[in-house]
């Protein structure tokens, strides 16, 4: 095999300061891989795993506390052997990078156009008009008008920036493409097309492609082989479809389980509890009807003084949605289709400007404030993002206490111990003593999202609202947490309604799905219902979107057929 890029023996060490003490830590071990030109292989793992680190290490980014030994081979020379002074020719002219987050990764105050002309110039590649032409075809290759190389990144979608950074990355005309979770926080339909556009690019530029990500069954769509990665090591790696159908490692099988699969899902109903007998049809926990919420644009002075009227386009437009005790809802659709809207203003955090939300037979609609206050103890919310949503300053104790604080729960410090660490047992985090002292930046991300949910569900509420609540986890760490969310809608009989772009996840644990595109519900129904005989387009569209962890097939409709 003729080899376009290759990794051998690589060992990664991080040097820090503990107590005074110089301490090592040993975090990438004895890594070995190897692609052929125009090949693609996924880099696969937990957080933590090394899979970062790893093709970071492969391009010299590491910060200055990191020691590095083995080889890392373009057209099989060693770029690293005089370290800085021998990558850096390199890096961008022969091996260029996707970053994860491509808003942080673009210079916000520069054009996009500007950065992608900037490794052009930095290595020679192109001068003067020719800079300009290869901009534009650069953007033309991925799907984005040449004339908006103009603009800046945050006038771009997150799909057109993930694409602009592409086209970056392949200013130089590199050999091999490392993408570190290209399409991470990205809704299903533009994931869709940025994997796509990757597997086209390596296919017609002949580029060696590695893809890092925790999703398996993007790897299995879209690469020819996989590497797995635990602490650090290579376990296993192989052509996918024998890792798919014949892991060697326990921790491959495990992986591979825990990746949601709609196509099995398709075939039967998760449906796990049914709605409480005693509580009747038309009376549910969450009654949402017509509701409509809408954004006012700001206008000019000679606006305001001639009277025009305000163009106030609904964002939220004309929703109706049910929750019941027991029953777990999801409410699916591509980014900007309006679901935190609307769950926003369930929760009274903004104002509607039609319909009405009842609440346990309750009309919420129009209340204040300070009307809203006692209700609060009933529906609680889990945000997206379990980095952002605990204050850092907090310990874990505190942060689970603080609601019963609010409330009024507890009249002395032991009672409100004593409900904290029984929050804490019900989500897993045990023995509790070893948590309840912890502050957040020395927690895992599925320990900081079980803290957010034991926070949650200590005032026993009896509607929890989940906004995203996994899309920034593990796969084996997101099939935990939505366990657990799934059996405190069983045994607490609490309604959950969970935002997701991902149907796969409400398709194996939500009751039913509302399908939400442009602010309206498009389809409403049975989740195996709605996955097996999609009625409207654009759920059928969502639908072909989804990657297939088998390998063997590819496609909603190949592999329900």
Known sequence: MKSAFAIQDLNVWFGTDVGGRRAEFHVVKNVNLELAPGERLGLVGESGSGKTTTILAAMGLLTSNAEVSGRILLDRKDILREGESSVAPHRWKDIAMVFQGAMSAFNPVKTVGWQIAEAMHMHGVARGVA??????????????????????????????????????????????????????????????????LLVRLSKELNLALVLVTHDLAIVAQSCQRAAVMLKGEVIEQGPVADLYHRPRHEYTRRLFE?????????????????????????????????LSVSYLR?????????????????????????????????????????????????????????????????????????????LRRQIQMIYQDPYESLD?????????????????????????ETLVCAALDRVGLTPVHHYLGRFPHELSGGQRQRVAIASAIVLRPELLLADEPVSMLD????????????????????????????????ANYADRIAVMHQGRIVENGDAATVVRSPRAPYTRALLASIPNPDPDRSGFVNSAA
């Open 298 to 374: 700001s206008r000019s002075i000679s606006d305001i003084v001639r009277g025009r009227p305000i163009d106030a386009p609904a964002v939220v437009d004309d929703v109706s949605l049910r929750v019941e005790r027991g029953e777990m809802v999801a409410l699916v659709g591509q980014s900007g289709s309006g679901k935190t809207t609307a769950l926003q203003a369930i929760l009274g955090m903004i104002r509607p400007c039609a319909g009405s939300i009842q609440f346990n037979g309750r009309d919420v609609t129009s209340l204040t404030s300070r009307q809203w206050r006692p």
């Open 475 to 506: 796969v084996s760490v997101r099939a935990g947490v939505l366990e657990l969310l799934n059996e405190l809608r069983a045994d607490a009989r609490m309604g959950i309604l969970m935002i997701t772009h991902d149907l796969s996840t409400a």
């Open 131 to 196: 800079i300009s032409r290869r901009i534009g075809e650069l953007l033309e290759l991925v799907g984005i008008p040449a004339e908006q190389a103009e603009r800046f990144p945050h006038q771009f979608s997150g799909g057109m920036r993930q694409r602009a950074m592409i086209a970056m990355a392949l200013a130089c005309e590199p050999k091999v493409l490392l993408a570190d979770e290209p399409t991470t926080a990205l809704d299903v339909m533009v994931q869709d097309q940025v994997m796509k």
């Open 258 to 290: 825990a990746t949601p699969d709609i196509f099995a899902s398709a075939q039967v109903s998760r449906r796990v509890c049914a709605p409480a007998s005693e509580t009747p049809r038309n009376a549910p926990l969450l009654d949402v009807r017509g």
């Open 392 to 416: 850092l300053r907090y310990r874990v104790r505190s942060t689970v206490e603080e609601p019963l604080r609010v409330h009024g729960i507890g009249t002395t410090a032991k009672e409100r």
